[in-house]
Structure formats: structure tokens, C-alpha cells
């Protein structure tokens, strides 16, 4: 197996549009959750998203942008930026060993949410003729592809929220494997509909709004935690092998160099502390380490009821008493849950955490639960930690647990 | 009164922020970024505009110009007493 160096980081996410200012924003506790202000608003019970500060049409030119849903948007801004930080001469790339893997749960909804309103809100005919293409799951990867003339595979991973962990995971284990000599990985979501919205809001997932600090409503680990805040956004990572980053002198970020994939097979939302704790093992064991080699956890931490007791119990099992020294982050309580973009983001933030020796905080952390009693670095940074090895956790509906180990 | 060039390079100024000195007769669409898809999207501003009725047959327009006699042609087809047409008039073209 060959070692695997990041050279490349691009984001777009409500913390800020670049790896440097995401990381500012969580280390400094600037949520970027607010309450949303749109023509539907009324119409749900929790209006609050975290959204990215992002306008296409600054991007790219008109008639491109005609065809570009909102989420490849995302993910061709985040991937663009990953190539130009690793500073990398992509004419000296064997295309055909070059490949893009992006996950995301969602794909282009905000499309389909559009064509359908034309059909049956507005009871008109007139669909876009480009809706299709906006709203195809594979959009945003194959756009990546085509702008930096990629041929090896071109993969889209739709396993809900851990669709990017997954798909850094699967380009990890080709590059590593010597199948591929560059990828760029991660995912993107923008699933802030009206559509999207109501069903999240039905599925009483969504947190209620906090009527002191609409910004601190998602309180992930907290007693009085009531659930998630959808966020939007993309995080991509350029890949490469690491004698080859080296010999270029890349900027390298840091390495990937482990990933544990596991199903829970039972309920389709409900965690399972077993399928968890195999996804953990799997990790710790693709990478070569004993438990005692992990500095810190970057935590799914949704800020669900379930999610965050079943996710403290699998620290548990698998660190035993080690586990209340562990600094675990959960920083969906800034960012939101951006779903398939949820992993990527996350493994951004800690990759850039390690570089600085920082913990990243636990937000709105104010009632302490007894099923909840880790370290999660409640409410302010903790700086001038030693942390070289990290895991990111990524759980989802269906059950598919991908855990990727970090190293810098 | 505005001659058919004149509105339709309303319509691609407002959705493709298109230069409008580009939007000649002679202009190919593909070299603006309006692709086929891109036409068939534009034939729902069409309608609007000229309160015209595309019809489902597949028509093949390459040009703006194209497009010109293309709206001129339903037009005059649909609002018999009303057309007034715009092909010849390039030439002059009121600024935009």
C-alpha cells in the first residue's frame, strides 16, 4: 500500500469559503446557523439553515451557470480551489489514473424542488429542459471531470451522511492500492428547498429554533439538544501519492491513512453502537494503529437525541476509560448538518485542527447529559493540544458508518 | 414600435447577460453558449413575448437570425394583422 498525502483543500460551507476561514470561524465558535429568511419561511416550524455565502453568478459565466444546480456549483468552486492550492500541473497527470469521487445524499433537489413547483404549484408545463441535468446525482462529478479533463472514474456515493467520508475513503483505498495517482475527493450538498425543508421538518429530525440565540440551536451532546440544522456547502480534497507530493514539493495538508466502512443492518435511521464500533475498528485496523494512537475524534455529532447517546457509547466501547480523555468535537453545532457534504467538511476542519495543535470546541454545549460524559471540548477551542492522528466520524440514515483516520 | 431583433435580444441580454452588440443576425447561438437545450428554454420566453404557441415540431435554429425568422414566421401565422417582422432590420437597431 502506498501512503496517501492531501496537497489540496477546497470549501465552501457556512463557516466560510476556504479551508483557512471554516477553521477560523469553529475554532473562534462563530456559528454560521441563522434563521432563514425566505418567502416560505411561514410555512415551517423551525426555520433555521446554515448557508453558505455563495452567489454562482460570480463564478461562473451565464450560460454555463444555466446548467449548474446549486450543489455542482458547490462542488466545482470547492474542487477549482483544491487543485489550485496544491499547486499542481495537472499536464503532467496520466489522466486516465486521475479520478473524482464525490458524495452526496441530495444531489441537485433544488432542481427537482423547482421543476416540480412548476408543474404543480404553478400548474405549468414548462419544466427546464436542463432539469434532468441539474438534478442527477453524478452532476457535480462529472462538471469536476470535465473541468479538469479527468478520466480515470468518475464516481458519485449517495449514502446519505456519510457520503463523502465515504467517497475520500474509496479514492484513499485506490490511490493506495496503486490503481490511481491523483483524485479529487470529498462531497457537496445544497439542500436548502422549500421541498427539502418540510421533509426534514417531518421527519422531526430538525432542532427547534432557540429563541435567545437563533444561532446556538443546534446543541449537539447537550441535554436539551432537539436536533439538527441542515447546512449547505462542499468540501473537496486533491489526493495523491505521497513520494510523488514529496518529490513535487506540494503543499501537503496532511495524510489519509485509514478508513473502516461498516453496515448496521437493522433500522434505517435508528444508530447502532455495534455497526459503529466495527466502522471504528476497521478504520484503526486499515490504518495499522491501536486505539491508544488516537489524539482526538472529529464526532458526527448531529445534535439528535439518538445519534449523539448511541455515538458516546461506541467511544466507549471501543477507548474504554481512555475515551473521557479524548478531546471529541462535534462541529455540526457551527456548520450544520451538511449532509453529504457533512464528512468531507469535517475532515477539512480536522486536517487544518491538527496543523495548528487546536481542539475544535463543542458549541452550545449547556446541559450537561449523564449519557453524554466524554470530553467534547465544550463551548471554546482548546489550544496547544498534541494531536498527529485523528479520527472523523460519519454515520447516516441507512446505516452506512464510514470512519476515516487523519494523520499530520 | 421595437422589430422582433429588438426583443429578442432583450430576452438573451436579461437571461445570459450576453454583450448586445454580439446578438447580430449572424451570429451562430453555440458561439453565445446557447446550446440546443438552451433554445428550447428560450422558446418559453418566445412565447411570452410574441404571445405565440410553439409547435411540438423539431426545428433547427443555428443563428440569432435563425431565431428572428423563426418568431416572424409563427407571427405572422398566428397574429396575421399584427406582424411586424425583423430580419431587415439590423441595420437599424435602436441602443438597448
Redesign the interface.
Known sequence: MRRVAVTGLGVVSPLGNSAAEAFASARNGRSGIHRLDAPFTSRLVGPLVASARFDGAEHF????L??LDRVSQFALYAANQAVSEARIDLGQVDRRRAGVFVGTGMGGSMSSDDGYRILYGDRSD?I???TV?MGMHNAPAAWIGIEHDLRGPNLTFSTACSSSAVAIGEAWLRIAGGALDMALAGGAEAPLSFGSLKAWEALHTLATVDADDPSASCKPFSRNRSGMVLGEGAAMLLLEPWEEAVARGAPVQGEIIGYGLSNDASHITRPSVEGQVAAIGDALAAAGLEPGAIDAINAHGTGTPANDRVESAAIKSVFGERAYDIPFSATKALHGHLLGAAGALECVLSLVAMQHGVALPTMHLQVPDPECDLDYVPNAARDAVVVRTMLSSSFAFGGANAVLVLRT | MNTTLDRLRVLLVK????EPDLLTTDAPLEA???DS??V??LM?NIEDEFEVSIPGDPVTLATVGDVVRYIDGLVATQHPDTAVGGVTSDLAVPAL
Open positions: 459565466a451565464p450560460p454555463k444555466r446548467m414548462r427546464k429542459p436542463f441535468l | 437571461d445570459y447577460k450576453l453565445l453558449g446557447i437545450l438552451g428550447a428554454e418559453f
